[in-house]
T-cell receptor
Framework: KAGVTQTPRYLIKTRGQQVTLSCSPI?????VSWYQQTPGQGLQFLFE???????NKGNFPGRFSGRQFSNSRSEMNVSTLELGDSALYLC?????????????FGPGTRLLVL | GENVEQHPSTLSVQEGDSAVIKCTYS??????FPWYKQELGKGPQLIID?????GEKKDQRIAVTLNKTAKHFSLHITETQPEDSAVYFC????????????FGKGTTLSVSS
């Protein structure tokens, strides 16, 4: 079974632009979570989607948003990019989205904001 | 807010030695504790996890222990090998619904042969 895939793998943007990242979960998985990874803050939870609905949200500004499609694929969007948004953005999928369920991470999208 | 503290931040061992990484968490509602291994240029990979109704779990050279009273859990790797060199993260579930995890800052493990 194919793992979690994320596109693109690398991205360079300039301040003020917006960006959309894509995540395809493992086939059959209905829950997708997004995390931001930086050297200073580590791995931080952004939001979780299940059945096209945002179920949980981390402590990030409204510039960070996401959505999930009927096939469970998810996208996250960051508007008005800031230098501090440079990070590795990871998505993880799980089967039913229960809180004791194993999550499988994708390879991430590395975003550089100049 | 919720917090997970992880120690040590770096750990160097000789091949064949054991390695222990410790984490403490603050949210009493946390009931799921996974450990992830991350190699350079890759996403985190689950290596073992433990749920709150279990005190210890073992998978070959890897074991995890959980003390819910002390809000403390640990990763034990025995007979370390050079390929165990990576960054290891502990995590705890946030609350009782959904899949959100709060992660420790990570431990860089170096195994020298």
């Amino acid at each position: 079974k194919a793992g979690v895939t994320q596109t693109p793998r690398y991205l360079i943007k300039t301040r003020g632009q917006q960006v959309t990242l894509s995540c395809s979960p493992i086939s059959g998985h209905r829950s997708v979570s997004w995390y931001q990874q930086t050297p200073g803050q580590g791995l931080q939870f952004l939001f979780e989607y299940f059945s096209e609905t945002q179920r949980n949200k981390g402590n990030f500004p409204g510039r960070f948003s996401g959505r999930q499609f009927s096939n469970s694929r998810s996208e996250m969007n960051v508007s008005t990019l800031e230098l501090g948004d440079s990070a590795l953005y990871l998505c993880a999928s799980s089967l039913q989205g229960s809180n004791q369920e194993t999550q499988y991470f994708g390879p991430g999208t590395r975003l550089l904001v100049l | 807010g919720e917090n997970v503290e992880q120690h040590p931040s770096t750990l160097s061992v000789q091949e064949g030695d054991s390695a222990v990484i410790k984490c403490t968490y603050s949210d009493s509602a946390s009931n799921y504790f996974p450990w992830y291994k991350q190699e350079l240029g890759k996403g985190p990979q689950l290596i073992i996890d433990i749920r709150s109704n279990v005190g210890e779990k073992k998978d070959q050279r890897i074991a995890v222990t959980l003390n819910k009273t002390a809000k403390h859990f640990s990763l034990h790797i025995t007979e370390t090998q050079p390929e165990d060199s990576a960054v290891y993260f502990c995590a705890a579930s946030i609350g009782q619904a959904g899949t959100a995890l709060i992660f420790g800052k990570g431990t860089t493990l170096s195994v020298s042969s």
